[in-house]
């Protein structure tokens, strides 16, 4: 059965940080592009960031370049998605999904950010 198991949310302040961990199983997880995805109430999802297993260099949406960190633990099977200075329009639920011609999706965290 395939898993993906997103923790790490929260509510943070502005400028806060936050760590981001999807576990795997269930499919090969080292041959997967792993990716994070959010979705923020009313918007339709947007890709965060991406790691490719050609390679391993990840890609960014321009909001959040500089500021988050995409990382995969291949022998742990858990990607992370470090967040630093965040602002309140990265609040939204975060979805880790792992693809090779199929996309597995996980269960979201919710992120939120206020003061």
């Known amino acids: 059965e395939v898993q993906l198991q997103a923790s790490g949310g929260g ?3 502005p400028g806060g940080s936050l760590r981001l961990s999807c576990a795997a199983s269930g499919f090969m997880f080292s041959r997967y592009a792993m990716s994070w995805v959010r ?3 009313g918007e339709e999802r947007e890709g965060v960031a991406c790691l490719s297993t050609a390679n391993n260099y ?3 949406k321009d909001s959040v370049k500089g500021r988050f960190t995409i990382s995969r633990d291949k022998a742990k099977n858990t990607v992370y998605l470090q967040m ?3 602002k309140s329009e990265d609040t939204a639920t975060y979805y880790c999904m792992g693809r090779r011609g199929i996309a597995y999706w996980g269960k979201g965290t919710q992120v939120t950010v206020s003061s």
Request: proline share 17%; no cysteine; aromatic share 8%.
């Open 58 to 60: 990840p890609n960014y």
């Open 39 to 41: 979705q923020a109430p």
């Open 84 to 86: 630093n200075s965040l």
């Open 11 to 13: 509510l943070v302040q």
